[in-house]
Nanobody, 126 residues
Framework: QVQLVESGGGSVQAGGSLRLSCAAS?????????VGWFRQAPGKERGWVAT????????NYADSAKGRFTISQDNAKNTLYLQMNTLKPEDTAMYYC??????????????????WGQGTQVTVSS
């Protein structure tokens, strides 16, 4: 059974840093086509933050995360990280890690997020 467990959230002041972790079990990260982080603030839809494509290790970031957040993974520990620096009050949200597998459909394939953790709360005060 695939399980993703986030940790590392907390309360910090603006300008501070946090490192989120996501421990995976039941499946190694290399078996996913991509792993990433999402967040959801109260009253808002869940939004994408960052992704690692496990095949080549390339990364992508939402504009709000570029230059401040760094996504990384430790394959030996089967753990995904999100280093968040220079945090702002608008970063306050529940942060979720997610893992994607390849879906084969209509003669082709694509990578789709289909496993989610329970989330860890990040609160940034001004």
């Amino acid at each position: 059974q695939v399980q993703l467990v986030e940790s590392g959230g907390g309360s910090v002041q603006a300008g501070g840093s946090l490192r989120l972790s996501c421990a995976a079990s039941g499946y190694t990260f290399n078996n996913y086509c991509m792993v990433g982080w999402f967040r959801q603030a109260p009253g808002k839809e869940r939004g994408w933050v960052a992704t690692i494509y496990t095949g080549g290790g390339s990364t992508n970031y939402a504009d709000s995360a570029k230059g401040r957040f760094t996504i990384s993974q430790d394959n030996a520990k089967n753990t995904l990280y999100l280093q968040m620096n220079t945090l702002k009050p608008e970063d306050t949200a529940m942060y979720y890690c997610a893992a994607g597998t390849r879906v084969y459909r209509y003669g082709g394939s694509f990578c789709q997020y289909n496993y989610w953790g329970q989330g860890t709360q990040v609160t940034v005060s001004s």
